[in-house]
């Protein structure tokens, strides 16, 4: 049973198996084990992975909460505040860069998360609802099969108990006459019909309600598989599966302008409160959820690797079988030769299932005793039927036409489960459901959706700590414009006032030490530290004295 030749695993099964489970197992069967504690060593190896992600996380968010305690003087942009840089240093730049980048980022992988995730798990949804209904088919003509058989062989085994009733008593000294003369061995003939209508049984009435009652199971869990498949369907279809996405590239969109008025280094102070009081805690919110669902689809992935690697042969095929194993099944049970038959003996041929195969074969070898004998029967008189069965009446003969009759509409309904049953009707079922529906489909959306959603959560926490991008740059105090230096004369120059006092006047310029007092006109002298503008004056005094 196989698509393509086979079961190919797919590679992000190999991925999402490989997650870290602390020396926890990794066998899916686990956690149909009986044994208690292998189900929690499992459980616990899932549920480990998801944790460890969410506490790194969260060591992070915590990080960003003691530096923004620490404060710029400590730790600088990351607290948040705004770049105090001078104009030729490189950092905002890179910084901002490394915004945009990953803004871009998160924008493509939650497109991603759409096309890549959660259309292959809506395939998965369409291909689980469509193996259900196929399968709940099956059951409805299985069961209408089964059902007909059911009442047939109620009926015919009270006619075949009639039938034995009168043929074993068995036949005359008369026949004799009449095999000499037919060289019909009515003996042997009869013989061989009792034997033949013995080993019918009771038509098989309990494999019958056994086969019925297992259908009608697998009917119940088809309808709960196809509710949940609608489910999925409804959740991953049409709008709302482009809600994370237009929440994530409005939000980006914003935070983009803000960055880029911040480069150009236009100070809006009005959309830096909005950025930073309204889109920022949302974004923050949308980054935290996208965490937690990250660390609940990373558990299902993982299972769900588990469960399309399982057994030595690194199939779905493999986890099956190490269920019925862990769960005590034979070889003799129903389940377990119905499982191995579809499993394993499909691929070698379209051959019978269950007892069926075994009722049809007793079926056929009895309806050709009935019809050799009733032909045998049909060239002696009625005279001479009743020599050969002591009968003043033809209750025999009336009874073996009923029986012919029922046989032949038993062999019809037993041929009519059969094919329903064949590999031909219900291999495709399986592989479609888990060849192709869990272990390609729904891996590679569920694998998909948590790749994306772990990078756009470390994205979102990278644009968070570089919130200091969309403010404004600001220079440190006492910073020199080395611009405007650049052009002004040597600064310690005495001149001389052209008052009538002839009173020095000593303009000078001093970095260091600034204060207040030093712009006065105390003794006659004046001492100018106010940088360019101070320059500038001494300059043009210079020229009115040259």
Same mark, same amino acid.
């Given at each position: ?63 960003? #909460? ?45 497109? $991603? ?103 009608? @199971? ?28 237009? #929440? ?33 805690? $949302? ?112 209750? @025999? ?22 094919? @329903? ?80 006092? +002839? ?16 712009? +006065? ?19 043009? $005094? ?5």
């Amino acid at each position: 049973m196989a698509i393509n030749g086979g079961y190919e695993e797919q590679w992000a099964t190999k991925t999402m198996r490989g997650l870290p489970r602390f020396k926890n197992p990794d066998n899916f069967a686990y956690l149909f084990s009986p044994d208690s504690e292998q189900q929690s060593d499992y459980i616990a190896g899932l549920l480990f992975a998801a944790i460890f992600l969410l506490c790194v996380f969260l060591v992070w968010a915590i990080l960003l #909460l003691v530096f923004r305690c620490l404060g710029k003087n400590r730790v600088g942009f990351i607290s948040g505040s705004a770049f105090e840089v001078s104009q030729s240093s490189k950092k905002p730049v890179i910084v901002r860069s490394i915004f945009l980048l990953l803004a871009i980022l998160i924008i493509i992988f939650s497109a $991603l998360m759409v096309t890549e995730g959660l259309n292959n798990l809506y395939d998965t949804a369409e291909t689980l609802i469509q193996s259900a209904r196929d399968v709940n088919q099956v059951r409805n003509n299985a069961n209408d099969a089964l059902s007909s058989m059911q009442s047939l062989g109620t009926t015919s085994a009270r006619n075949r108990d009639l039938l034995l009733k009168n043929l074993e008593t068995g036949v005359c000294g008369a026949v004799l006459d009449l095999e000499e003369r037919t060289d019909i061995d009515y003996n042997q003939t009869v013989s061989q019909l009792i034997q033949q209508l013995r080993d019918v049984g009771d038509f098989r009435q309990e494999d019958n309600l056994e086969l019925q009652s297992g259908f009608n @199971t697998l009917g119940d869990a088809s309808v709960d598989v196809d509710s949940y498949a609608e489910d999925i369907e409804q959740d991953v279809a049409d709008w709302p599966k482009f809600v994370f996405p237009i #929440l994530f590239g409005t939000l980006c969109f914003f935070l983009s302008i803000g960055v880029i008025l911040a480069w150009r280094g236009k100070d809006i102070g009005k959309y830096q409160c909005f950025l930073s009081w309204f889109i920022l805690p $949302l974004f923050t919110v949308l980054i935290a959820a996208s965490l937690v669902l990250a660390a609940f689809i990373g558990v299902g992935a993982s299972a769900n690797a588990d469960f399309c690697s399982g057994g030595e042969a690194d199939s779905p095929d493999g986890t099956f079988n190490e269920i019925l194993n862990l769960n005590g099944y034979s070889e003799d049970d129903s389940v377990y030769r119905i499982f191995t038959f579809y499993v394993d003996k499909c691929k070698e041929g379209d051959q019978l299932v269950f007892f069926l195969d075994e009722y049809k074969d007793d079926l056929d070898a009895l309806a050709a005793s009935l019809n050799d004998f009733k032909t045998s029967l049909g060239n002696t008189t009625i005279g001479g039927l009743e020599n050969i069965f002591c009968e003043e009446k033809n209750s @025999t003969l009336i009874l073996l036409d009923t029986m012919k009759d029922d046989v032949e509409m038993l062999l019809k309904a037993a041929v009519a489960i059969i094919e @329903t049953l064949a590999c031909a009707q219900l291999a495709p079922i399986y592989t479609n459901t888990f060849y192709l529906g869990t272990c390609t489909y729904s891996i590679r959306g569920v694998s998909w959706t948590f790749a994306s959603l772990i990078i756009i959560s470390f994205c979102g926490m990278m644009m968070i700590m570089f919130r200091s991008a969309w403010l404004v740059n600001y220079e440190p105090k006492g910073s020199k414009n080395v611009e405007a230096a650049t052009s002004l004369p040597d600064e310690d120059e005495v001149q001389y006032d052209p008052n009538p006092g +002839g009173r020095p006047i000593n303009l000078s310029y001093h970095e260091e030490n600034e204060t207040e007092e030093d712009y +006065g006109f105390g003794g006659g002298v004046v001492v100018g530290t106010v940088g360019p503008a101070i320059n500038k004056y001494n300059k043009e $005094l210079n020229r009115g004295h040259a």
